[in-house]
């Protein structure tokens, strides 16, 4: 492994690995065992969208394992004044050890990695959300033991959460069904190549507008954020649009009596989730979220060579 910038680039091993490394880190945290596997080392965390669970998550974990973290807002830095993404890659190449950004385009992220001499790793584009979806599939073992075979449906916008659940489901043989308007379903390119990674792990892939089709028998309910960051301009009428997708009371039956709910979060109650449904008992959300610190230090200690555990 040596950037994390899809999930399409990683081995179902590479996964298991990082899933691994997971939960013993969660362990030394949990028992207070200190683990400085990347003493001396900087991470560099480029933003030009907002964060609070990322940005949190990726420093205190830095922190954690004995290094140093750097918030490089694009308003401070002079990559949000016009420097190339290639200088920028050049320079910070020369001082840090590995770059994590969250950005709009999916080709800036690739060209970071191409251009520079470290790890780079995707904290979301538009495009894609590759570490949210490693921590909800930790999640998702974590609390069902398993995730060859089971059922994952989501409701709602085709985004870069979505693109990112479709890779991560078919390379882990977990079958994924996802209910989308038309006009806002998944990437076509994201969704071929999660059906070729479906063929050899043996997952199902459903593509439908319907969203109890989706949601039937389902061992995990997922939902996002019906207006991404960017899209604030369409909210209006992107509500009218995805009504009917609401994960509420009466949807949330029809999936298995044991499902459980998951939101990459930060959720608007009221919208594309109600309020019983994420407050409520099947909902795993800040299981979820703090999951993002065990499988973010464990891609850091994989990706800036912190040796095993
Ligand atoms: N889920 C997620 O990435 O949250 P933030 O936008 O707060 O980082
Ligand atoms: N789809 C959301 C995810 C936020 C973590 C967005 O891109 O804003």
Redesign the pocket.
């Known amino acids: 492994m040596k950037h994390l910038l899809s999930l399409y680039d990683l081995s179902a091993g590479e996964i298991e690995e990082i899933f691994r490394l997971a939960e013993k880190l969660k362990k030394y945290v949990k028992e207070g065992v200190q683990h400085p596997m990347l003493k001396g080392k900087t991470l560099g965390m480029i933003f030009t ?1 907002s ?1 609070t ?2 940005r949190v998550s990726f420093e205190v974990g830095m922190y954690q394992l004995g290094g140093y973290a750097l918030f490089l807002s694009a308003g401070d830095i002079q990559l949000g004044r016009g420097e190339t993404v290639y200088d920028t890659a050049q320079v910070l190449s020369r001082y840090i050890d590995c770059i994590m950004i969250r950005t709009f385009k999916q080709s800036d992220v690739e060209d970071l990695a191409r251009y520079g001499r470290i790890p780079v790793i995707n904290g ?1 584009t ?1 495009l894609m ?1 590759p570490c ?1 979806i490693l921590a909800d599939l930790f999640t998702i073992y974590e609390q069902k033991g398993a995730l060859k075979g089971l059922k994952l449906a989501y409701v709602g ?1 085709g ?3 979505a693109n990112s659940l479709l890779h991560g489901c078919a390379k882990t043989g977990m079958d994924i069904a996802v209910a989308s308007p038309r006009g806002f379903e998944c990437d076509p390119k994201i969704i071929s190549e999660a059906r070729s990674d479906a063929e050899l792990s043996g997952s199902r892939i459903v593509l439908t507008q319907d969203p109890e089709e989706a949601i039937k028998e389902a061992d995990v309910v997922y939902t ?2 019906w ?5 604030e301009a369409e909210k209006e009428e992107r509500i009218k649009v995805f009504m009917p997708y609401q994960v509420n009371s009466r949807l949330f039956s029809l999936a298995k009596k044991d499902a459980i709910f998951l939101h ?3 959720a608007y109650r009221g919208y594309e989730v109600t309020k019983e449904i994420i407050d409520g008992p099947r909902s795993a959300v800040f299981d979820e979220a703090e999951n993002r610190l065990h499988v973010q230090k464990a891609i850091m200690v994989m990706l800036m060579g912190g040796g095993r555990i």
Do not use: A, F, I
């Open positions: 969208k964060s669970r990322t979301l538009d959300h949210q916008d985004n870069n959460v996002d954020t207006v991404s960051m960017g899209q990459c979060l930060p």
